[in-house]
T-cell receptor
């Protein structure tokens, strides 16, 4: 079973920031928080991951609470192409570590 | 970099036949490859994990004799659905990891299987 809970769906206006929350209250010390997204009928795409510090890359920012029990993915300027299902996953690092996908958040970006 | 391809992108077959799906890492050597299945409006479910030259590790409830996985090289893994039935119709997706990638999985575009 997935160790994360996310809202089922969210809407965001194009050009605004999209803030996607994730709860992972049972995360263990050696587990990272990963975010992937899946555009309809495509394979998932890696977005970002972090352990305890906030992270930023060209796609998004990841804010992890100090107790690591929750996190927020931020898309600073959402576009229509960001419409997708966003998955928050906790997993150990290591090339053979499995990813357990939950139900994710369906983000709809609108004009 | 880190592109994963799948072939075919879609396939339709008759019930009882076998179907082979290929997963290739195009520009890197894959340390590990994973196979997932996704039914309509559902999330991805991991089927198995495979490493080059060794037997795949299947998730609970996945029949290893029905879903044959061969990982012949560091850039190629194949999934064969044997004696396919309509309930095997699904979206099959592979992913691969590479050394020193912090467990980032690179996903293929998926293969849609329809069994008539």
């Amino acid at each position: 079973d997935a160790k994360t809970t996310q809202p089922t769906s969210m809407d965001c206006a194009e050009g605004r920031a999209a803030n996607l929350p994730c709860n992972h209250s049972t995360i263990s010390g050696n587990e990272y928080v990963y975010w992937y997204r899946q555009i309809h009928s495509q394979g998932p795409q890696y977005i970002i991951h972090g352990l305890k510090n906030n992270e930023t890359n060209e796609m998004a920012s990841l804010i992890i609470t100090e107790d690591r029990k929750s996190s927020t993915l931020i898309l600073p300027h959402a576009t229509l192409r960001d419409t997708a299902v966003y998955y928050c996953i906790v997993s150990e690092t290591g090339t053979a570590s499995k990813l357990t996908f939950g139900t994710g958040t369906r983000l709809q970006v609108t004009l | 970099g880190a592109v994963v391809s799948q072939h075919p992108s879609w396939v339709i077959c008759k019930s009882g036949t076998s179907v082979k799906i290929e997963c290739r890492s195009l520009d890197f050597q894959a340390t590990t490859m994973f196979w997932y299945r996704q039914f309509p409006k559902q999330s991805l479910m991991l089927m198995a994990t495979s490493n080059e030259g060794s037997k795949a590790t299947y998730e609970q409830g996945v029949e290893k004799d029905k879903f044959l996985i061969n990982h012949a090289s560091l850039t190629l893994s194949t999934l064969t659905v044997t004696s396919a039935h309509p309930e095997d119709s699904s979206f099959y997706i592979c992913s691969a990891t590479r050394a020193r990638s912090n467990n980032e999985q690179f996903f293929g575009p998926g293969t849609r299987l329809t069994v008539l």
